[in-house]
């Protein structure tokens, strides 16, 4: 297995190589005269005209249809934290090469030199004419939060949010083959979230939607429960309201005894340690979702008893990742003109996710498809047929 330290070194090397890795380019081959003077002036004029009197031709006459602004303001970038926008830049040029390979969507990396909420809202929403999504990236919570629920409030087109919605339907499609492997049902598992934070309340939403009725999130404090004062916001009141019925106080290693399954997307590396493990129930579960490095080593939770170890990697087996979802999602989201993103359309995605995998393959260390699997596009696609809007 490759190292953390020859990954980085090749990572930079290829990048100072590229220099940048996304380009902008026309969709045709080089135009004649005649065809620049349809394209250009003075044939566009037309053109303009009839979005102008017809709006919604908008769609079929520009490219706003197949492009998608991904927004950051560089505060939470993977496991960096705020490394601001100059930084940001490597990642959200990545995901728009995924967009672009997986899927045929045109993304811009939009990496703000702002971290005010109200500059972010009124800057997304100026631009939004160019685009048919919004991808938010990478912001900090709970700032990000309020930020998705005004943009919604506000645009026409649909405001994804990949650390609340990708790691969501991603979590939930590998956890319920998981749950297969082990024949454990989710109505009936205890389920730990370290996190509190966007993909924290994403997963604990979509997860409770799905069935899953003992569900304990802990953040830096603790526990969160109903009535627990310090370190809370109104997001995390609602977790309370949502979680925890039997009030459990205590450290992420006080819950996680008797827990079947841990879900990490707290941020740090090395959060929990093997006796954490050990002290969970027999077939246990142990997503470490934080990139890029995990709370626990694979080969630390496998050791101390764990049956199914995922991590957010792709150093590792069973990588339950952003990009399992992202482009594929977003594809169907744009063919079908859905313009707001809601739980049932994303527990479809994680349904249509989990299922690609054949039955036959699916195995401890195979719980879901790789990101290259062409017949994702198909299957998410034909999930949301019904979301379909005219």
């Known amino acids: 297995m490759t190292s953390s330290k020859d990954i980085a070194k090749k990572a930079i090397m290829l990048h100072k190589k590229l220099r940048g890795k996304i380009l902008l380019g026309q969709k045709s081959r080089q135009l004649s005269i005649k065809e620049i003077q349809l394209i250009y002036t003075p044939g566009v004029a037309a053109v303009s005209r009839e979005v102008f009197e017809h709006p919604e031709e908008k769609f079929v006459l520009t490219s706003k249809i197949n492009n998608v602004a991904i927004v950051t303001d560089g505060t939470r970038i993977l496991g960096l934290g705020n490394i601001g926008p100059y930084a940001a830049m490597p990642v959200m040029e990545g995901k728009a090469v995924l967009y672009k390979q997986y899927s045929g969507i ?18 997304i929403i100026a631009i939004e004419p160019v685009f048919g999504a919004i991808n938010l990236e990478d912001i900090e919570s709970p700032k990000v939060l309020e930020i998705s629920k005004e943009l919604q409030k506000k645009l026409s087109i649909p405001v994804f949010h990949d650390d609340r919605h990708g790691t969501a339907v991603v979590a939930l ?3 319920l083959n998981a749950l297969q492997l082990v024949k454990k049902p989710l109505q009936s598992i205890r389920v730990i979230v370290a996190g509190a934070g966007s993909a924290g309340m994403g997963i604990t939403e979509l997860l409770r939607f799905a069935g899953c009725k003992n569900i304990i999130v802990v953040d830096s404090t603790g526990a969160i429960y109903t009535g627990r004062r310090k370190n809370m916001n109104p997001y995390k009141n609602e977790i309370a309201r949502q979680t925890n019925q039997k009030k459990e106080k205590g450290t992420l290693e006080d819950v996680m005894r008797n827990s079947d399954v841990f879900i990490g997307v707290s941020g740090i590396s090395n959060l929990v340690t093997e006796s954490m493990v050990k002290s969970m129930k027999k077939d246990s579960i142990v997503f470490a979702l934080t990139n890029p490095e995990p709370e626990i080593n694979p080969v630390i939770a496998k050791k101390a008893g764990a049956r199914i170890v995922a991590t957010g990697s792709y150093q590792f087996h069973n990588k339950v ?4 979802v992202f482009p594929y999602l977003m594809r169907a989201i744009l063919d079908h003109r859905i313009s707001r993103i809601d739980t049932k359309i994303l527990y479809s995605a994680a349904i249509a996710i989990a299922n690609t995998i054949p039955r036959k393959q699916l195995h401890y260390d195979n719980i879901i498809s790789n990101v290259g699997d062409k017949r994702l596009q198909q299957n998410i696609t034909r999930a949301l047929k019904k979301f379909y809007k005219k």
């Open 106 to 123: 045109t993304a811009f990396p939009i990496c703000l030199g702002t971290t005010d909420k109200k500059k972010i809202i009124e800057t």
């Open 173 to 175: 499609a590998a956890l």
């Open 321 to 324: 990742n952003n990009a399992l």
